[in-house]
């Protein structure tokens, strides 16, 4: 790493570059586990939406550099973050459930009681 | 890595939706490191989240800071009252962080402050007094 390559004087917040956020997910009896990398990111800046039967995660990294500093490195930068989900058949806003820790976003997706459909067989 | 084939599976990602704007910007994996200069300190911002507070340990080695700390990214899979819980994908990083930066000034090493906060690590690195800059008097005759 060289500090002094790629010094840069130039504003950050000319265009919102889009990022996908990395995701875990797991699935268990209970229904389905995620974890979001949201780093830098507050709980008030991340929106999470359940709609059309897809959960949407959309959430905004700002950088602010004071004034006077320079940036010798560019790392994380202002971005809006998404990522979307499609859910299983069944499931609403009230099976969701997340927490944010350590700059990682956990959502809990509970599993929907199985729904058991007779079908009826005809007689030929 | 071998990965389960999600397009068949319900809970299935999306990221076809998003392609178009990601081919200008590559999704990575842990955003990179920041390095910002003032006159009197240099700051660097690690994005690093999931680590456990209590394992972060921070120290000033022959003019290189390191970082070493344990990530704890949680997955039902790894706890052990959710044996049948399976894994569908796995894009964070994860194991322990062992990070070396040069600082390549001398630093006033008591003064150095290390914060974690929404899982950024921020290390504030005072120049020693010499190494600031100095208005020098001009005197005129």
Redo the contacts between chains.
Sequence with gaps: ?N?TANQTDQPRTAAL????I????????AG??L?L??????EADIELRVERG?LQIAATRT?D??E??????????TARL????????GVGPEAVSASLE???L?IE?ARPPEARVRVPIKNG | MLRPD?SRH??????D??AP??R??P?????????????DR??F?A?????A?DTLDVSLERGELRVRAER??????DAPE?P??????????RGPVDLR??L?FRPDAAAIEAT?A???LRIDVPRAAEERPRRIPVTTR
């Design positions: 790493m500090p570059t889009l990022e996908r990395p995701a875990d997910l797991a699935e268990t009896d389905w586990s974890v990398a949201l780093p830098g990111v507050a897809s950088a550099v004071p006077g500093v320079r940036v010798l490195r560019e790392g994380p930068g998404e990522r979307e989900f499609l859910l299983p058949a350590a700059g990682l956990r997706i | 999600l319900p809970l299935h990602l999306l990221d939706l998003f704007a990601l200008a910007r999704a990575r994996r842990t955003p990179p490191l920041e390095i910002r200069a003032a006159d240099v700051t911002l994005p690093l989240p999931g680590l507070p704890q990214v949680p997955t039902p899979a959710q049948r819980a399976r894994v569908l994908a796995r894009e964070l990083d930066l040069r390549g974690y929404l899982g950024v």
